[in-house]
């Protein structure tokens, strides 16, 4: 919105040409998504706890710990999807295809989370609607936004896989990309969903790969700075920079709310949201793989559900005490906080060795 009036009035007014650069608009929508979550918070709380009484069921196989945080309100993720959406209208170019395909996936899956929070707290339980209407779902929100995606770039550059540390390898998938990029969007809405298991441990994991691909994002979308780093050029994939600011906001607001002890939990609404649309701004921008590095804590917890899963199964033998990771470390007995904010460090570290792929080529 405000991207169209500064050209609308800047012959007017001079001092709406700042309106024009992607960085001033990013910074513009981390404050607003920031200051929305604080407006929104308290009274989305209140009304949520009023109208889901018991809260988010708590697992009963899961660590006895979990049981005290009985009544916790879940469905955080509406603040967060609300003041994301609300920053990216103001402040983003809405005429861009890749920021309205992004937008699709964290509408969509937010609305998949929303439903299955909705009948984990109508029943009282911890089960959702069926796994495989889900997926299927996910599946069909992401092959349309990677379709636009698609579409709206390069036919050399956009069905292709590029690979960090090389600077001229890319690999024409043809369209069997829109299932490949549809593969990263619902694998990366999930790993964020296995994850958010304690207080603040997705959010923050959320926000740094957030702004690890906004950093990213705008590269690749400027001329200059991508052909001095030798990036595969993606024109008008640096607008994707405003999201991830809001993202970045959103998550500083909602951490106010759901650090230990959270008074909120995120849900799927927000945590499939947040994945999917890292997932899909990894695939605008042409860095699925270096996906894989900076999210590698969401990584890490999927595979060790995996591992777990078909350990058990072959034979009868559990690899961790408990799925996903974090909860193994309990188990162990570290403390929650401890599992949390080491987590963070991991989170912060891998995105370092991610960012480090932009200039080793």
Not at 20 to 47: D, E, H, Q, V
Not at 218 to 233: C, D, K, P, T
Request: charged share 10%; no cysteine; proline share 3%.
């Amino acid at each position: 919105m405000l991207y169209y009036l500064s050209h609308l009035l800047a012959d007017q007014f001079s001092a709406l040409n700042v309106l024009r650069y992607i960085t001033f608009r990013a910074g513009g929508a981390i404050m607003t998504a920031l200051l929305l979550l604080f407006l929104l918070g308290p009274k989305l709380i209140s009304l949520l706890k009023v109208k889901q009484g018991r809260g988010q069921p708590i697992r009963d196989d899961g660590p006895i710990t979990h049981l005290t945080k009985a009544g916790t309100p879940t469905m955080g993720g509406l603040m967060i999807l609300g003041s994301i959406f609300v920053s990216v209208v103001l402040w983003a170019d809405l005429g861009n295809l890749y920021v309205l395909a992004v937008l699709f996936v964290l509408l969509g899956f937010g609305a998949i989370g929303f439903y299955d929070d909705y009948l984990k707290v109508t029943t009282g339980t911890t089960d959702g609607f069926s796994s495989k209407l889900r997926l299927l779902l996910e599946a069909l929100v992401a092959l349309i936004a990677v379709a636009i995606m698609v579409a709206a770039g390069d036919p050399k550059i956009s069905t292709a896989l590029a690979f960090p540390f090389f600077k001229d390898v890319l690999w024409q998938m043809g369209w069997w990309f829109v299932p490949f990029g549809a593969l990263v969007i619902i694998a990366a809405g999930n790993s964020v969903n296995l994850t958010d298991g304690l207080d603040g441990l997705a959010i923050v994991p959320v926000m740094i790969a957030a702004a690890s691909f906004g950093l990213i994002a705008y590269m690749v979308g400027h001329a200059v700075f991508s052909q001095y780093l030798q990036l595969h050029f993606v024109k008008g994939a640096g607008e994707l920079a405003i999201i991830a600011g809001a993202m970045v906001g959103a998550g500083l607001g909602f951490l106010w709310y759901n650090a230990p002890p959270a008074q909120i939990f995120m849900g799927d609404t927000g945590s499939l949201s947040l994945g999917g649309a890292l997932g899909a701004i990894a695939v605008a921008a042409k860095h699925e793989l270096v996906l894989a590095i900076i999210g590698g804590l969401f990584v890490l917890e999927t595979v060790s559900v995996i591992v777990q899963v078909a350990s058990y199964k072959l034979t009868g033998k559990r690899v961790f005490r408990m799925a996903p990771l974090h909860h193994h470390f309990e188990q162990k007995g570290w403390k929650e906080e401890t599992v949390v904010i080491r987590f963070w460090i991991i989170s912060v570290v891998l995105a370092l060795i991610g960012l480090a792929t932009l200039k080793l080529r």
